[in-house]
């Protein structure tokens, strides 16, 4: 089946209409289901067909959570919740999950129960097969509806409101067959068909779980990453994509990739660097909202600052290796590092290890001629009492004091814990800039946020080439030469 293109103009209420229409006629059938097999169910005393009104009447339950679940998820970012609301249809999985856990406890209970008492007077008539029969029909017109919807809008909570009514379509020919052998003289056959219906609802229930639990904990689509980095290292100009980080929300996939370029080539060349490395992403994903965050390398030794934050891991004492400035001359390299250590550490104790980690680090590396170590004492994310409001206020008027940044926009804190969190925004820059410079700018503006606000685990700011006049600055403000390389 050919997937609908999302429109650019209303992203999040993408399919709403049809989504909410599937949704509420599955609640319709629901009901009207629910309501046949209790009654033929406490007629005819059958355990299967009572087991398949409790199952139906779950299912009742799941699909007024799926209508909820697509309704809420049409509601656009708000200051809360920087991804959208398209969550809250994998939350509507699991809770369906749960209750099809419960179903399943509930029939094989009633099952063991009815065969260990011989509790087996069932009443067969054609108004049982009738509506067994019935409820076939409807639950496969539902499921395929609910299925071709789910496929078309990538909707979790539809596809596993789809496997309710697939699930009733199993059960209810396993009571069916289950009738029919009571109807020939074999009683068993009713709690046996009850405790098949269990088996198979255990076995899907348990897919599921597995696919929503893995949702909800932002595992990366494993048949994702190696094409999407296969095909963007192809692209001219990237030397090499170091990270690639995915997660789903809903039918969207957010992507942070980090690409390293030459220092030297303009900032416009990066900026169609980087747009084509978006849209390679968005084809080959489909709907996915795409970061990427172009990165300098050493023209020699592409693989430095990798390799120099490996070496600090060896020495305990270090607790992070935030910066590393490369200068290249010939075939030397001069390193500044910027350390961070305890605090509370001694001149001494820390001039001391210092030198025997620059040492280590010549004596591997020979073709690092000097290393210059700055030391900082090492920060503990603090917790912050501002709103979202006042952070972005907080990083525009940093950008607004940068004299080579302007026009910060798309602001957006990710939480990843009460006191933590990553931070992406955009920001224009003349493109007359080579990468090198506005590299530098962009570090500088990063170590200031940093100062400022020490509650981000992770900074990406995407710049772009300015499209319109820079907001008015300090006029004493003057540009200066920048030619640090940031490895």
């Not at 399919?15 to 009654?39: P, R």
């Not at 009742?60 to 809250?88: E, M, N, S």
């Not at 046996?192 to 088996?199: D, H, S």
């Not at 992406?424 to 493109?431: G, I, L, N, S, V």
């Amino acid at each position: 089946m050919e997937k609908a293109t999302m429109s650019t103009d209303e992203p999040y209420r993408w399919g709403m209409d049809e989504k909410q229409w599937v949704a509420f006629t599955s609640v319709i059938a629901a009901i009207v289901l629910t309501v046949m097999k209790l009654v033929v169910g406490l007629w005819t005393n059958s355990l299967g067909i009572l087991s398949e009104a409790l199952h139906s009447a779950l299912d009742l339950i799941a699909a007024g959570i799926t209508l909820y679940a697509v309704r809420k998820a049409a509601q656009p970012p708000d200051a809360d919740h920087h991804y959208g609301h398209w969550r809250v249809e994998n939350f509507s999985a699991l809770v369906e999950t749960i209750l099809l856990l419960i179903t399943v406890v509930w029939i094989l209970y009633e099952a063991v129960r009815r065969i260990v008492l011989n509790d087996l007077a069932v009443e067969v008539n054609i108004l049982a097969f009738g509506v067994i029969i019935f409820a076939i029909i409807i639950d496969f017109s539902r499921s395929r509806a609910l299925k071709r919807v789910a496929k078309k809008y990538d909707s979790q909570a539809l596809e596993a409101d789809a496997l309710h009514f697939s699930t009733d379509i199993l059960s209810s020919s396993v009571v069916l067959v289950g009738l029919l052998l009571t109807f020939l003289g074999f009683p068993l056959g009713d709690p046996l068909a009850a405790i098949g219906v269990a088996v198979v609802v255990l076995y899907l229930t348990i897919k599921l779980g597995k696919e929503t639990v893995d949702l909800l904990m932002d595992r990366t689509p494993s048949d994702l990453t190696v094409p999407l980095r296969q095909a963007i290292e192809q692209i001219d100009g990237i030397k090499e994509c170091s990270r690639i980080r995915l997660r789903k929300a809903g039918p969207m996939t957010f992507v942070d990739i980090v690409c390293h370029a030459e220092p030297a080539i303009p900032l416009h060349t990066a900026h169609e660097i980087s747009v084509n490395a978006r849209n390679t992403a968005e084809q080959i994903i489909g709907r996915a909202d795409v970061i990427v965050h172009m990165d300098l390398v050493s023209k020699q030794h592409p693989n430095l600052g990798q390799t120099l934050r490996n070496e600090a891991k060896n020495f305990p004492w270090i607790k992070d290796l935030q910066g590393i400035d490369t200068f290249e001359k010939d075939e030397y390299i001069t390193l500044v590092l910027d350390l961070q250590v305890d605090p509370q550490m001694s001149l001494d104790e820390a001039h001391h290890l210092v030198s025997k980690f620059e040492t280590h680090i010549q004596s591997q590396y020979p073709f690092i001629k000097e290393i210059t170590t700055h030391l900082e004492p090492s920060r503990t994310p603090l917790p912050t009492t501002h709103d979202p409001k006042t952070i972005e206020t907080q990083i525009m008027a940093l950008v607004n004091k940068s004299s080579q940044l302007h026009n910060c926009h798309d602001i957006q804190l990710i939480p990843l814990s009460d006191t933590l969190y990553n931070l992406t925004f955009h920001c224009e820059a003349p493109p007359n800039l080579t990468v090198e410079e506005l590299h530098a700018a962009t570090t500088l503006l990063e170590e200031e946020i940093r100062e400022q606000l020490p509650i981000f685990s992770q900074i990406i700011i995407h710049n772009e080439p300015l499209k319109r006049k820079p907001k008015t600055k300090n006029k004493k403000e003057k540009e200066m030469p920048l030619k640090k390389t940031k490895t």
